[in-house]
């Protein structure tokens, strides 16, 4: 059984940093592209960072380039999201997203249950 479990999210003020990690178990984490997702509300999900199987191509929503940086440690199955910077526009509940194809964007085959993030002003 797959399952993909995030932690990190919670209260910050604006400019303020979080680290979110999901942590895999029950598929070859390092077989499939892994990523963020965010959904806020009233909006729809959208994928905020996207990393290959590799580490080796990444991926950002226009709005958190120079803010975020999506990473893996494969040894681990552990995949994290730095936030710097943050905005309250960056509030949301943020979703680990697996593939098991090269690249989330292809296609998710398993969320987390994911973990909010609020960005006071």
């Keep these: 059984q797959v399952e993909l479990v995030e932690s990190g999210g919670g209260l910050v003020q604006a400019g303020g940093s979080l680290r ?4 895999a178990s029950g598929l070859t984490f ?3 592209g892994m990523g963020w997702f965010r959904q ?3 909006l729809e ?7 290959s199987w590799s580490g080796g191509n990444t991926d950002y929503l226009n709005s ?15 995949l994290y999201l730095q936030m710097n910077s943050l905005k309250p ?3 949301a509940v943020y ?8 690249i989330v964007q292809s296609g998710v085959d398993y969320w987390g249950k994911g973990t909010l993030v609020t960005v006071s002003s």
């Design 20 to 23: 979110l990690s999901c942590t």
């Design 30 to 32: 390092s077989r499939g």
């Design 40 to 42: 806020a509300p009233g």
């Design 45 to 51: 999900r959208e994928l905020v960072a996207a990393i």
């Design 64 to 78: 958190v380039k120079g803010r975020f940086a999506i990473s893996r440690d494969n040894a681990k199955n552990t």
């Design 89 to 91: 526009e960056d509030t």
């Design 95 to 102: 979703y680990c997203a697996a593939s098991a194809r090269v």
